[in-house]
């Protein structure tokens, strides 16, 4: 069934067809011809998905298309990337608008035993036999922007951890957008290994404080049998733009999962974790710390399939919204029949600052096996009248007093990170994002 | 809920478990599936605008009620099947239902007088006996209006009733002798337009119950309904209007059934509930409809709407159900706030079991300044059954203050079954507190040690247990009505276990 498309919509759906059919025809490799040919064929199908797609209902995306971002266009020279460095030592790897930039990149060649590390469009070109890199292409086409993603993509990052190797440093991913109305499309994807361990920061922020820029990342994450992996993700691009990052989670027996996403910028975002547990006794964590200022939208939304018995599963995901911000979480728990023993629970709890600001919450559960803990909760509201006078009783100026609440408020997400400077860090960013709501 | 009165009189002094024991061991499934043999007139199977007029028409009705259901079925036809639930099922075929049936004596819907209890078809009554519906005017203390496929049979206690001024009686016969109140409130809360089930329902209305109760009244008695689907691939469409004027109160329960057949029954109801100003209004249904079979092959298709307003300030509507019946229900017994300080409360258990799916729960809009909801939901499910609560709390921005809190509890019975919970919660303004929690658990292999150690056998202590966890819902349905749900799902239970 063909749906019904606005003419904007089909105007965007033409441009983005157009640029795939460009992309298409420099591509030499026929399995790659295929997977684009086919990402091509759905993406006509799911079109851009309107307020009356369920999984959409609270996104709307008139705001993205009615602009046309284009992967074409000059970067602007990068002079002060220090800037976006944490102070802590990492091995630090920059894309820019999309590419990866060897110079701003440390030495891959230096990175230590057991881990490698290359541009996916390297991937591409080095090897023959492609089917590794888009083994699951039937589960990631399932999403519209994803599909996008499958037939625009043309570079990103491929990380291979052999097993037994633990990464003592973190990997520091910085993705730049330098241009207005740039589309950086960016295709990821991570295998770590049987006992291996790895943390990985990614950063994704505007070199300019206005005009829209768009990624659109597809992220895929293999961990094997045992392999722990921290991820830290931080999206603090300028507020005209567009953030759309789906990521695939495939989960090991005990293996153990760990994400924190920290959404600050863009004016429409959308975050999506589809997690599946397809092991016994895995455990993982999804965390989300979310600000919606001005006109913002931020959506945070995760998918759990606890596939085999024995699975843990935690979530908390905090939402701070002021003026006429849209909030939207969206959680599912999907527990199968052979996962007994499951034992999943997921929170959200909002807090809202302005009386514009709206947030919109579907935590749910599927649950076809009979022993199994799983609970979600959900809490909206302002700031307790009561918390407030406690701490002004303690002798705290009223204004000190709110900011403080708010903080302690949104910073509990991140006390997943593990790492003490990392922790510190990513806190230390959303307290300063905190810093320009109106709280007096 | 006279059966629930039977059983009280029959076993004065047994415990709760004893009883439900006993039911257990009776082994009977669906005790209410019989089928009563009498003259009816039914119309063909098929629906367009002739049949629509035809109706209208067997009813004596006025012309406003007639465009009402012909604009409704324009609408309708204008509109596709709904496939959202979580509920797998063919599409229907809609002509190969009947929408008018009737006893034949019992057709003469506006012309009968209060004494139209004489006049039921004895067949019908004896059914209606055998169903434990007191449809004489005997001393229950509690007014039944009867329907019986798509008309209703017989109101009792209507005179005494009729002494406060308070208005219980067959929804053809208010479209007769009260038109201006049915026009005035029939579609303010569920347009025909709403969706797919309201707008058959609107076209096709069979019969309902209709109450007004006056300001000031607190009604004396529990108003009930019970509705009967006897005819064989017949739709029942009935209509219910409930008007509780400015600060009233009354207390309406229904129950239903129907017999067993081998072919999908369709039952798609409206109900509109309209609180004024401090009225309060208790909703109570314990739905029993058949099942289906084994496989739910021909039990009841439940697709039914629901909505209250609380229009005036500090309204308060409740709505409790207890869902045991039908192949697939599909109910969201709603609450729009809008007068200031209203109150809306939604307390639900839903048992599946077999091939059952029910895919139930309710809306909260809150409007008015400090609205404040209720949410209480106990899934159960066992066999290989569906059972499904969807809910959406939402908080407008002018809801100043308003307050919600929601409890979805699921069970599940079993490994082949599966429990879903699926909130949506929109808040648009900071002063509202909202709290929603959902728990899944099943019978604790621990817990039933712990009975069964204590000389209770495997099967009253789940009893016992499903019971306990039902227990905070069963507490807000009228006396008997509790103990007929709790006996209900005793009976639904059975088979599920051992």
């Known amino acids: ?223 094997g049998k045992h392999a722990r992996v921290q991820q830290i993700l931080l999206q603090e691009q300028n507020r005209d733009s567009f953030y759309f990052n789906n990521q695939f989670i495939y989960q090991a027996e005990a293996s153990q999962f760990t ?75 999907r527990v199968d029949q052979q996962a007994q023993k499951t034992d999943g629970q997921m929170d959200n709890k909002n807090l809202l600052l302005s009386d514009f600001a709206k947030m919109n919450t579907k935590p749910k559960l599927e649950i076809y096996a009979d022993d199994v803990k799983c609970s979600h909760g959900s809490a909206s509201g302002q700031i307790d009248k009561n918390q407030i006078f406690y701490l002004q009783a303690r002798g705290i100026h009223k204004a000190d007093a709110l900011r403080m609440i708010t903080q302690a408020f949104l910073l509990e997400p991140a006390e997943v990170v593990r790492q003490e400077p990392i922790r510190r860090w990513v806190m230390e960013r959303l307290a300063l994002a905190l810093q320009q709501t109106h709280l007096p | 809920m006279a059966e629930a009165k039977q059983m009280i009189d029959l076993t004065p002094a047994q415990s709760e478990y004893e009883e439900i024991n006993q039911i257990l061991q009776k082994k009977f499934n669906y005790r209410e599936g019989f089928e009563t043999k009498t003259h009816v007139e039914t119309f063909e199977k098929g629906i367009n605008e002739q049949v629509v007029r035809a109706i209208s028409a067997k009813k004596n009705e006025p012309q406003w009620m007639l465009d009402f259901r012909l604009k409704a079925f324009a609408h309708w036809q204008t509109m596709r099947e709904p496939h959202w639930a979580k509920a797998k099922y063919a599409p229907l075929d809609y002509q190969d239902y009947s929408y008018y049936s009737a006893p034949e004596c019992g057709n003469c819907a506006g012309s009968c007088g209060t004494d139209d209890a004489q006049a039921i078809d004895p067949e019908v009554a004896k059914a209606f006996a055998a169903l434990g519906v007191p449809i004489g005017d005997n001393d229950a203390n509690v007014a039944v209006d009867a329907i019986f496929d798509s008309i209703s049979v017989s109101t009792t206690k209507r005179e005494e009733l009729a002494k406060y001024g308070i208005i219980f009686c067959s929804f053809s016969e208010a479209v007769q002798e009260h038109p201006e109140l049915v026009q005035k409130y029939m579609g303010t809360v569920v347009p025909y337009y709403d969706n797919y089930f309201a707008a058959l329902n609107s076209a096709v209305a069979s019969d309902g119950t209709f109450v007004y109760v006056p300001p000031g009244v607190r009604c004396p008695m529990d108003l009930s309904t019970y509705f009967r689907i006897n005819e064989a691939k017949t739709g029942q469409f009935e209509r219910t209007i409930l008007v509780a004027e400015k600060g009233s109160y009354v207390s309406y329960l229904e129950g239903c059934s129907a017999p067993v057949r081998d072919t999908y029954q369709l039952h798609a109801a409206v109900v509109e509930v309209i609180v004024h100003e401090d009225a309060e209004v208790k909703y109570s249904t314990v739905q029993n409809w058949y099942p289906g079979d084994e496989n739910c092959e021909g039990g009841i298709l439940n697709f039914v709407t629901k909505r209250g307003i609380c229009e005036g300030r500090n309204a308060k509507l409740s709505w409790t159900q207890a869902e045991t019946g039908s192949a697939i229900t599909w109910k969201y017994p709603s609450c729009i706030l809008k007068g200031d300080n209203s109150i809306g409360e939604f307390y639900s258990v839903a048992l599946t079991n077999r091939r059952q799916q029910a895919d139930t729960g309710t809306k909260m809009i809150h409007i008015g300044k400090n609205t404040r909801s209720t949410i ?37 019975i079993g490994d082949q079954c599966g429990a879903h919970t699926f909130p949506y919660i929109e808040v648009e303004n900071a002063t509202a507190q909202i709290e929603h929690e959902a728990t899944t658990s099943r019978i604790g292999e621990d817990q039933l040690f712990y009975c069964q150690q204590r000389g209770i056998s495997e099967q009253d202590a789940i009893s016992m247990i499903v019971n306990g966890f039902c227990k905070e819902v069963f507490s807000e349905l009228p006396l008997e009505f509790a103990q007929e749900a709790e006996e209900l799902l005793a009976i639904s239970l059975e088979g599920s276990v051992g």
């Open chain 2, 376 to 412: 209480i939901s106990k899934g159960l499910s066992a066999g290989k059954s569906d059972n499904t609560y969807r809910g959406e709390v939402k908080i407008l921005a002018s809801a100043e203050g308003a307050r919600n809190f929601t409890q979805c509890d699921s069970m599940l």
């Open chain 1, 259 to 333: 994400t924190f996403y920290g959404a600050i910028g863009s004016q429409l975002s959308r975050h999506q974790n589809h997690l599946f547990m397809d092991g016994e006794q895995i455990e993982n964590q999804q965390n989300s710390a979310c600000i919606g200022l001005g006109a913002q939208t931020v959506d945070s939304r995760t998918c759990t399939h606890h596939n085999q018995a024995k699975g843990f599963s935690r979530q908390l995901h905090k939402f701070v919204l002021e003026d006429q911000a849209i909030g939207v979480f969206d959680g599912m728990i």
């Open chain 1, 1 to 223: 069934m063909v749906k019904k498309r606005s003419p904007i919509a089909q105007q965007a759906l033409d441009f983005y067809l157009q640029q795939a059919q460009q992309i298409a025809q420099t591509s030499q490799n026929p399995f790659l011809s295929k997977v684009r040919q086919q990402a091509q064929e759905r993406f006509v199908e799911q079109a851009f998905p309107t307020a009356k797609d369920e999984d959409w209902k609270y996104s709307k995306l008139s705001g993205f298309l009615a602009q046309h971002f284009s992967q074409q266009g000059i970067s602007q020279p990068v002079a002060n990337w220090q800037a976006w460095m944490p102070s802590f030592p990492v091995i630090k790897l920059v894309w820019v608008d999309g590419h990866f930039c060897e110079t701003l990149s440390d030495e891959l060649s230096q990175l230590p035993a057991g881990v490698l590390l290359e541009s996916f469009a390297d991937a591409l070109q080095a090897n023959t036999e492609l089917g590794g890199l888009f083994a699951n292409q039937d589960t990631v086409l399932a999403e519209p922007f994803a599909s996008l993603n499958s037939m625009l993509f043309q570079d990103g990052m491929v990380l291979e951890v052999a097993a037994n190797v633990t990464l003592s440093l973190p990997i520091f991913v910085l993705h730049l957008q330098t241009q207005p109305l740039h589309h950086s499309v960016l295709r990821q994807r991570v295998s770590v290994g049987e006992n291996a361990e790895v943390t990985l920061i990614e950063r994704y922020v505007s070199l300019q404080s206005q005009g829209a820029g768009c990624v659109n990342v597809v992220t895929e994450i293999e961990l």
